[in-house]
């Protein structure tokens, strides 16, 4: 609140200025970032507030938007509820999860000829505070899965540029890594998953750190030691892991599954026959591979491009219809619709302006009208066919309709 006081000017009046609107907490896709482990250390964000307004009608400054930036594959949901945000997947993808609030009006905003010292000025709304829970699913095209040791890190290092840990001991892959597979002018992403375990539907072993990474891979490369040099029984461990995907989530079972037989220079010829044909009587495309001599690569690597190429890229069920850049748009004022052969204005907006106005009084009458005019509600009446002398409900109640 503030009042021109300048020599020679005895009736300066109301020159207060308007606040500056408060900064938004903005979450964006950087495709140079690939995991969440800045979030591990710096969990609050605040955006800044507007600067105050000043004499001679001086607006504040609007505070700067802040930007966090995430990987790609990032979802968003809120803490308290649960409720699913947002799908962030695209590079550039944005959401507003805090909009900043806006600035308070200077007392030079009120006044007018009947009001000419207004002594009150309003403060600023305040911005929107929420607490989100950040997961990251990876985007690959190809998911390699399998028992641990099952020679996936080794497959991925060969036909690829990634170096995973590799290693004669389980878990040695203990986070996923991807690589970059070339076929001619053609590339796609694999993704090298931690090994998995009777029981990861439940949380056993790697448990949902492996799985969530999975639902987002075109097809699944299902890695099996063919050789059982682990001491367990090749089909048992095949079956195992279809089975830890059905319980997981049903719809992982009708992704496209290749099955790759490793390790087979040191499998028996007749055992590798007959655990080719006992999966592939289960209808899956069966390959014999060995990641070591690269035996079987070359082709492999030539159908799966193929094959990725003409897959489209799938996503869960609860992120359907959610590719979409994310904002907050300003809310609707008033709809207009036909009620009883009637036009009907409806909105929260008309709504609060009907209950704030005395319809007795001059001034709040003429404070209703500019403020129906300046929402535009005459040009859309008239839009929507209203003519003078017609009837129109705002929010329900009657109104004679004058041009």
């Known amino acids: 609140m503030s009042f021109r006081r300048e020599k020679n000017i005895p009736t300066g009046g109301p020159d207060g200025g308007d606040g500056g609107r408060g900064g938004s907490v903005i979450m964006r896709v950087d495709a140079s ?44 949901r809120e803490a308290d509820s649960g409720d ?31 009001r000419q010292t207004p002594r009150f000025a309003t ?30 890190s080794t497959l991925l290092s060969v036909i690829s540029a990634a170096k995973p840990k590799i290693a004669d001991y389980p878990f040695t892959t203990t986070e996923p890594i991807l690589g970059v597979v070339k076929k001619d002018d053609y590339s796609f992403v694999v993704a090298d998953i931690p090994g998995l375990i009777e029981g990861a539907a439940e949380g ?67 055992e590798l026959r007959e655990l ?28 799966l491009a193929a094959k990725v190429a003409s897959l489209p890229p799938p996503f869960s069920e609860e992120d359907q219809g959610q590719r979409r850049v994310y904002c907050y748009e300003p809310e609707t004022k008033f709809t207009i619709v036909r009620q009883g052969g009637l036009l009907s204005v409806k909105g929260s907006w008309i709504r609060e302006l009907i209950q704030s106005t005395n319809f007795d009084d001059y001034e709040s009458r003429r404070h209703f009208q500019k403020q129906t005019e300046a929402a535009g509600l005459e040009e859309a009446l008239i ?13 329900g109640v009657e109104f004679e309709f004058e041009d």
């Open 383 to 395: 839009s929507a066919g209203m003519s003078p002398g017609d009837t129109v409900l705002l929010d």
């Open 33 to 76: 970032i690939n995991t969440l482990l800045s979030f591990r250390y710096h969990r609050k964000f605040f955006a800044e507030n507007g600067s105050p307004g000043g004499k001679n009608k001086k607006t504040g400054k609007s505070a700067d938007d802040l930007i966090i930036s995430v990987p790609p594959g990032t979802t968003v």
């Open 123 to 152: 403060a600023g709304k305040t911005g929107r505070e929420l607490t989100v829970i950040l997961e990251l699913k990876l985007i690959a095209d190809v998911a390699l899965i399998g028992f641990p040791n099952a020679g996936k």
């Open 204 to 270: 056993a072993g790697m448990g949902h750190d492996f799985l969530r990474h999975i639902e987002r891979a075109r097809i699944f490369l299902h890695l099996v030691d063919a050789s059982g040099q682990e001491g367990r029984d090749p089909y048992s461990d095949f079956e195992i892991i279809n089975q830890e995907l059905q319980q997981y989530k049903d719809e992982l079972t009708t992704r496209p599954q290749w099955v790759l037989l490793n390790k087979t220079d040191i499998t028996p010829a007749d």
């Open 84 to 114: 699913f945000i947002v799908d962030l997947v695209e590079p550039g993808q944005e959401i507003v999860l805090a909009e900043g609030g806006q600035g308070g009006l200077g007392n030079s905003r009120f006044a007018n000829s009947i």
């Open 276 to 303: 080719r044909e006992m999966i592939e009587r289960d209808g899956f495309k069966v390959y014999e591979i060995s990641a070591v001599t690269g035996s079987g690569i070359g082709q492999l690597i030539a159908d």
